[in-house]
Structures are given as C-alpha cells and as structure tokens.
C-alpha cells in the first residue's frame, strides 16, 4: 500500500511557482530517490511531505490520511525527516541529541536510551555518543542527525541530502541503512545529488526539474542520456555499472552558462 | 581531557551544592550588616515567632530588624534571584541563545515603563497589584515588540535581537525615568530606582504580591523542558517530533515574563543574573532544561541574596545599587560570551 502520496501538491509562495502539480508516491518498504537540478523543488517537496509547509493546491497522503487533518504529535509518529542543514549549538552530548528522536513515544528514560544505543551502533555514531555536538565536524553533525531520525522508528522516512557532507565510506553506510530500512517495511523518500549513488540503491527515481516531475521510474527506466541531458543542461553518458550493473552516469561536458 | 569530552557533575551534587549555597547566602543575608546577629540568635528570633521559647537572648532591635527588615528583604531577594535566573534560562531556550538576557532584549525596562505607568493611573483601583500588573503586560510588550523585529524567515536574528532590544530598552527606560521625574509621585521611589534596583524596598506585603506571580513561573516552566530541549534542535525539527512550536513558545515566554514583570515591579531591573547564572549552570551540567530550568532558578536565588548582602555592607552607612554590582560582574561575562559565540559560529549573524 502506499506509505506517502503526494496528490496534485503544488506550492506557491510570492508569486513564484515551487512545485506544481506533483503527483508521485512511495510504497512501505521502498526506496524513492528524489535527484534534480538546483532549485528543482526538491526541498520543497520534502517540507510539503512532511508536514512542514502546507501546500498552496493539491495534498499529501501518509497511510490513506490527509496530512492537513493530523496533528503534530501523530504525525511524529509516522515520518521522520532529516533536513538539508542542521542548526543546533548548544553543548548536548551526541547521545542526548540521538534519543531526543524517541520523544514522540514517550517512553521511559531507558527506553529512549536503549533505542539510541542500538542506532548509534547501526549508524556508526556509537564512538561519537560522548562526544558534545557543537564539536563536530559537518559530516559527524550529519551522521548524528541522521541517527536521531532513525530513532524515531517511524513506517515514513523523509530525507533532505543525507549524504550531502558525508566521506565515501559513511554515503556508503548511510544509503546501506536505508537500503536496509526500506528491505524491512519502512517507506524512504530521500533528496540525492549524487546521482550514482542513488542509482545504486533505490527503488525509483523521481526526476524533478523547476517544480515538475519530468520522470519517474526504476533507475534503468529514467537515467537517460536525453533525459538528464535536458534537466541538467550538460551531455551525459550513461554505461552499465561495471561490478553491480546499475546505471552509472558520466558527464562529458556540455556545462555552459546559457 | 579535550575540549569536546565532557565533565558532567552529578545532578545531586549540583542541587545540593545550589542549596547549600542559598542557605550560606540567607545565613549572610539576615545576620550581617549594621545590627550584629548571629546564627544561633537568627534561630532564637525566628523560633520565637513560630512560638518556640529559646535559651538564646536577643535584643528587641535584633528582632525588629530581622523580622521587619532582613528577612522580607532576604525572601524577596530569594524571589526575583530565582524569577530572573529561571526566566533567563527560558528566554535562552525560546530564542535558541546563550545570550537571550531578559534585561539585554529589553524585557526589564519595558516592565519598569508598564510598572510606572500602571502604578500612576490604576494605582488607586489595583492598590498594591498595580506594580506587577504593570510589570507584566509591559514586559510582554517589549518581548513582543523585539521579538517581532528580530524574526526574520522562521529564525531569530542575535544581531537583531540585541540591538532591538537595545532600542526597546532605551525607549521604555527614558520613558520610566520620565515619568518618575515628572510626576514626582512618592510611591515610585527615585529615578535611579528603576534601572538599577534595590532590595531596599523589601516589606512582607511587596513579598506576597510578587511571590505568586514568581511561583508561578518557576513550578510551570519546568513542565516545558523537554519540549524546550527539542526547540535547541531548531525548530522544525522539533515540530518534526511532535512539538507545537508556536504554543511553547507563547507559554513560555508568557511564564518568564510574568515573572520578570512582577520583580522588576517589586525591586527595580537588576540586569545580568539572568545571564550568569545559567551560563553557569550549563557549563557545569550541560543544556538540558529539566536540569538547567530548576538549578538556575536556585542559583539566581542565592547569586542575588549574595550580591544584595554586598550591595548593603560594601559601602557603609550607603547602599550600592544591586544593579551596579550585577552589571560589574556580569558585563565581562557577556563579552567573554559575546567573543565565544563569535569564535564558535564564525560571527553572530
């Protein structure tokens, strides 16, 4: 069944057109890549999901429900969202910010310590949890962010460029996680910039481009030459992945001004 | 140890540290000063008027003073210290930063102005409540007017901030001032009264009128901690979890306001304590609200039943303004913060 729907959403704000008419959805237990151009929508898209913005025509579903009739606390409990830059600067330790996610449960104390733990592990963080976060690299920011998001346990994950500032082995960890995630039942819907890499783990890509979807399908079916050269303006080739056979896209010029 | 490990005291060790703290500084409070009484008399006087006879002579000026004088003053200081340390700690959560003083964005003097206004125009219909009414609503409507200016695109602006209430507090300060010269009214007190402070003023009856209005803010806002953590995170995050952004905020500032407003209508705006004293807390015992809302409320308390011991002795046969000896410590302190925050965040944009 469909986790999160997005039904003729469209978002409007000072006479710009941000998104509009944005049909797309995401079954539990699969994993949506949503890559474009800058200034696509993306982030848009993902506040629209979540919750967040409420949208100026159209609506978003998550489990049958129209996000506009629910409160704050239910929806806590249904999705999850990572966004693009994380702003706390006061001294919490990693793992007071990680079981900030359980607060939507409202468990004990040991509880939201226990689920902590166990994502911290799963994510890498484990070594960081004594760690003060202010004190953090970006990358570490992102990673303990990323944890706190898993600790909430919720069927509908939203994420806003999770491997955005993250080295090689921990872009590999992070869509390994939710590649996971996604295996057992949970729904992803995540931002990606770098396109190998979603080609790579995700289900479906979803191609927007000056708030449309130009295309939406496995990443076999919609990372084309003729497509992602008309959304992103530069010539592309595209060749199977050599060790795993997925799409691998190679730029080959085409990036001018005009 | 690196910088980024953390050194945590224990939450006992905290409170019990705090308490123990307030009570040297009560024990200070009502035994020094121009009438000598010590410890063992101070319990003599204090078990006479609960009715227990004691061994312990003590003169009837000893009593007067300490029953009249030195213990209202010493409570009401308990009071305000408290309203002003845990109301500090709030703004600093509200407006996610460290810096967020009630008296720096202007809070205090929009209360003085509320206070001076109210007491001349409604100080006939509201008696004695007129002070703290007058606190209130004009501390709200500086805090609203400054925060308005400084929200720009769903965050708050330091800059912004801190200069509007800068401006706010010029406005509201001039206008208190003002209003004390000008309409010569004995029941305002001097002009310097309002800006800087004084416990001088201290009764029972000034006790009881702001009490409830500080009790209230200390035993509620604590409710809020945990949702106030989460706004640390920012704030659409904390939606994200399940928190009503915009209802926290309104309760909470509308709490830490209401306490500020009745103290600076009782003893004047003492600037700083809400500054230093969760500053430091959360160096000892880190950000987290459930701890730092109580411990600063505590600590405010025995910060400025201290300073008020000094701001009496210090000088006599004069008193110091409170406020003066808050800014002399204080002020340093906010520049300390002022070059961290810039060192840390790369500015205070």
């Known amino acids: ?258 | 140890m690196s910088e980024s490990q953390v050194w945590r005291i224990p939450v006992v060790v905290l409170f019990g540290g705090l308490v123990l703290g307030l009570i040297g500084a009560m024990g200070l409070g009502l035994g020094m000063g121009a009438v000598e009484i010590s410890p063992t008399q101070v319990f003599a006087i204090l078990l006479d008027h609960l009715g227990v006879d004691s061994a312990t002579e003590f003169s009837t000026t000893q009593d007067a003073v300490l029953w009249s004088i030195r213990l209202p003053r010493v409570m009401l200081g308990i009071a305000v210290g408290g309203a002003l340390g845990v109301a500090g700690a709030a703004f600093q959560g509200i407006f996610r930063n460290p810096l967020a003083d009630p008296h720096l964005i202007g809070i205090s003097s929009g209360a003085a102005l509320g206070t001076v206004v109210s007491i001349l125009v409604f100080g006939g219909v509201l008696g004695s409540f007129a002070g703290p009414a007058g606190g209130i609503v004009g501390g709200l409507g500086a805090g609203v007017t400054v925060y308005m200016l400084a929200r720009h695109e769903g965050r708050t602006e330091v800059v912004t901030l801190v200069l509007a209430g800068l401006a706010v507090a010029a406005i509201t300060g001039a206008g208190a001032s003002f209003l004390s010269v000008a309409a010569d009214d004995a029941r305002l007190g001097s002009v310097l009264f309002y800006s800087l402070g004084s416990l001088a003023v201290a009764t029972w009856d000034l006790l009881w009128v702001t009490l409830p209005f500080v009790a209230v803010a200390v035993v509620f806002l604590p409710i809020a901690a945990r949702r106030l953590d989460l706004l640390l995170l920012g704030e659409r995050e904390a939606a994200h979890l399940g928190v009503d952004v915009e209802r926290t905020r309104m309760v909470v500032v509308g709490l830490a306001t209401t306490a500020v407003g009745a103290s600076v209508a009782a003893v004047g705006a003492i600037g700083f304590v809400g500054l230093l004293v969760p500053h430091g807390v959360r160096l000892v015992a880190g950000p987290g609200h459930r701890v730092l809302l109580p411990a600063s409320a505590i600590g405010g308390a025995a910060l400025l039943v201290l300073t008020d011991v000094v701001a009496r002795t210090v000088a006599l046969p004069f008193e110091v303004p409170i406020g003066l000896l808050t800014a002399i410590i204080g002020g340093p302190v906010f520049l300390l913060l002022l070059g961290r925050t810039r060192r840390e965040h790369g500015g205070w944009g």
């Open chain 1, 1 to 258: 069944m469909s986790a999160a729907a997005a039904i003729g959403l469209g978002y409007r704000v000072g006479g710009a057109t941000l998104l509009d008419g944005v049909d797309l959805d995401v079954a539990d237990g699969e994993f949506l890549g949503v890559i474009g151009p800058n200034g696509a929508g993306k982030t848009t898209l993902v506040q629209l999901l979540s919750g967040e913005l409420v949208p100026t025509s159209g609506r978003v579903e998550i489990g049958g429900r129209d996000v506009a009739t629910m409160s704050l606390a239910e929806l806590a409990l249904l999705r999850a969202v990572l966004p693009g830059h994380h702003v706390l600067q006061f001294a919490f330790r990693c793992l007071d910010v990680v079981m900030m996610g359980r607060y939507p449960h409202g468990g004990s104390e040991a509880d939201a310590r226990a689920a902590a733990d166990r994502v911290m592990t799963e994510t890498d963080t484990a070594s960081l949890a004594d760690r003060l976060y202010p004190t953090l690299s970006g990358g570490e920011q992102a990673r303990v962010s990323f944890a706190r998001v898993l600790a909430q346990e919720t069927p509908l994950v939203l994420l806003d460029e999770p491997t955005g500032s993250l080295d090689l082995r921990h872009q590999e960890l992070v869509m390994g996680t939710l590649r996971d995630l996604a295996d057992s039942g949970a729904a992803i819907v995540a931002v990606l910039h770098d396109i190998n890499l979603a080609a790579r783990f995700v289900d479906r890509i979803a191609i927007l481009d000056e708030g449309l979807v130009r295309a939406v399908g496995t990443p076999e079916g919609v990372l084309r030459p003729d497509v992602l050269g008309s959304v992103y303006g530069i010539d592309v080739k595209v060749v199977p992945h050599p060790e795993v056979g997925c799409p691998l896209i190679l730029p080959i010029g085409g990036g001018r001004v005009g």
